[in-house]
Nanobody
Framework: QVQLVESGGGLVQAGGSLRLSCAAS????????LGWFRHAPGKEREFVAH???????????YYADSVKGRFTISRDNAKNTVYLQMNSLKPEDTAVYYC?????????????????WGQGTQVTVSS
């Protein structure tokens, strides 16, 4: 069982930055693949970023086209934490952001690939 708790959301002006954190419980954190998704009002939940386990893929990362070059996902296995650094934020990035953990990253863009989810943290970008 893995429990995930996000933090770091808030209100920021367009062009600004935020760093989201997701702290995980559990002794097998390092073996999990991790993802960030977001859910904006009136839209479906969408994939944002993914990072694989360092041991078997060197921590490969993948991003949605909409955030590529602006967002960076990273993990610190010693702290059982995954991060999402968000730069050059735009109003369309406004959403509730969720972190997720799963055993494998075959379909990393699909929320069905993740077994555990956090409660979400609100990010609001003003224009």
């Amino acid at each position: 069982q893995v429990q995930l708790v996000e933090s770091g959301g808030g209100l920021v002006q367009a062009g600004g930055s935020l760093r989201l954190s997701c702290a995980a419980s559990g002794r097998t954190f390092s073996s999990y693949v991790l993802g960030w998704f977001r859910h904006a009002p009136g839209k479906e939940r969408e994939f944002v970023a993914h990072i694989r386990a360092i041991a078997w893929s060197g921590g490969s990362t993948y991003y949605a086209d909409s955030v590529k070059g602006r967002f960076t996902i990273s993990r610190d296995n010693a702290k059982n934490t995954v991060y999402l650094q968000m730069n050059s934020l735009k109003p369309e990035d406004t959403a509730v952001y969720y972190c997720a953990a799963g055993p494998s990253g075959g379909r990393y863009w699909s929320d069905g690939s993740y077994d555990y989810w956090g409660q979400g943290t609100q990010v609001t970008v003003s224009s």
